[in-house]
């Protein structure tokens, strides 16, 4: 379980964030939704060790992360797919998937985890060699997925991954993260995309103005009136 309780993070003076609590049980996909500017990146970005916490403790299985450095976080099996990818152009898609496995257990398992992304995202078994920077949107958002993937992660994050893409490709996403959680990976997914993240998750929270504003079972918050105006557009 990875618990996230009363964090709160700031820019300066002014705090992103604020007494924030949520989980993700063992093999849950858990989403967070919210407006532009509520914090959504911020949380998921401290969430993975990438932004100081200025109060409150991030656990898992109990044990108390909130001061480790980035590097153990992955070491706690927690990977993320940051907005907008980031991934290193003039590599090739090989050596960007590769550099996901550099820890030490994850190397030995290097193969495999190739085996097992390209068989998530096919089409990147012939691209392989190509640069990262010669792919489609949707191909490099499939690397970024698979990166994070060759850590070997219990916790996936992933930070709007359908950002930018075309629906159909979207929809190709989304099936890879169902997949991915239906692997036993824990998902905590933030995406700007309220309809489709609510369908395809277990629980929601809803963020806003740096703090979680509701929470619930999906079903339950897409039936109150004030998030189908907010969120829905109804």
Known sequence: MYEVSGVAVHYGAAAAVADVHLRIDDGELVVVVGPNGAGKSTLINAMAGLHAVASGRLVVDGRDITREPPHRFCDRGIAIVPEGRRLFANLTVRENLELGSYRAGARRMRADSL????????????????????????????VAIGRALMARPRFLL???????????????????????????????????????????????????????????????????????????GH
């Open 115 to 142: 085996r097992r992304v390209v068989a998530l995202f096919p089409v990147l078994a012939e691209r392989m060699n190509a640069t990262a920077g010669a792919l489609s949107g949707g191909q490099q958002q499939m």
């Open 158 to 232: 992933l930070d709007e991954p359908s950002l930018g893409l075309a629906p159909m490709i979207t929809h190709e996403v989304f099936r890879a993260i169902r997949e991915i959680n239906a692997e036993g990976v824990a998902v905590l997914l933030v995406e700007q995309n309220v309809a489709m993240a609510l369908e395809l998750a277990r629980r929601g929270y809803i963020l806003d103005e740096g703090r979680i504003a509701a929470e619930g079972k999906p079903a339950d918050l897409v039936s109150r009136p004030e998030i189908q105006k907010a969120y829905l």
